[in-house]
T-cell receptor
Framework: NAGVTQTPKFQVLKTGQSMTLQCAQD?????MYWYRQDPGMGLRLIYY???????DKGEVPNGYNVSRLNKREFSLRLESAAPSQTSVYFC???????????FGSGTRLTVV | KQEVTQIPAALSVPEGENLVLNCSFT??????LQWFRQDPGKGLTSLLL???SQREQTSGRLNASLDKSSGRSTLYIAASQPGDSATYLC??????????WGAGTKLIIKP
């Protein structure tokens, strides 16, 4: 089935460890996004890529880096994880910026 | 700064009722507004997208309206079913095409 695939689904990290969240879409979408969702809050945009070869900061980029590896793949890296980064992370894509989005099933990350 | 508010935070109604979920935003300069559904432990599913020039969109038992001047949108669900139980989120797209999200309304439909 066409869609957005995120890996891993769950992860526990120790403070200071690093990891990369992977995201791939097979819908030939131009734009891709990374969000975090915390309890009682709306999703917040971490980084986005309007098209292949470009990346831009969103609302909460500190502590994260991204790579738009190709049109399909958009990865999110935590260089030195902190407990404040405990959250559920969603990757999304859309055909154009601001278009109707398709979401992955999320990565639940806990930093201890 | 754009802020999106959804009231109520939670809603429980008997099966079969028609219901309305509310979304308000502070800046009327939006590109579009979207309603999403989120099921526990799962991703988000886009339900309806209303362009800034439109007043409403319909899909099956769902109807979403947009009043930019008053900064409001409503999602109307007709003849609710237990399968409609989920969290419903609205998000507005600003001029940079970034989505600003509400915190959601958790809907429970009682059989």
């Amino acid at each position: 089935n066409a869609g957005v695939t995120q890996t891993p689904k769950f992860q526990v990290l120790k403070t200071g460890q690093s990891m990369t969240l992977q995201c791939a879409q097979d819908m030939n979408h131009n734009s891709m996004y990374w969000y975090r969702q915390d309890p009682g809050m709306g999703l917040r945009l971490i980084y986005y890529s309007a098209s292949e070869g470009t990346t831009d900061k969103g609302e909460v980029p500190n502590g994260y880096n991204v790579s738009r590896l190709n049109k399909r793949e958009f990865s999110l890296r935590l260089e030195s994880a902190a407990p404040s980064q405990t959250s559920v992370y969603f990757c999304a894509s859309s055909e154009t910026s601001g278009g109707q989005g398709r979401f992955g099933s999320g990565t639940r990350l806990t930093v201890v | 700064k754009q802020e999106v508010t959804q009231i109520p935070a939670a809603l429980s109604v008997p099966e079969g009722e028609n219901l309305v979920l509310n979304c308000s935003f502070t800046d009327s300069a939006i590109y579009n507004l979207q309603w999403f559904r989120q099921d526990p432990g799962k991703g988000l599913t886009s339900l309806l997208l209303i362009q800034s020039s439109q007043r409403e969109q319909t899909s099956g038992r769902l109807n979403a309206s947009l009043d930019k001047s008053s900064g409001r949108s409503t999602l109307y669900i007709a003849a609710s079913q237990p399968g409609d139980s989920a969290t419903y989120l609205c998000a507005v797209s600003d001029s940079n095409y970034q989505l600003i999200w509400g915190a959601g309304t958790k809907l429970i439909i009682k059989p």
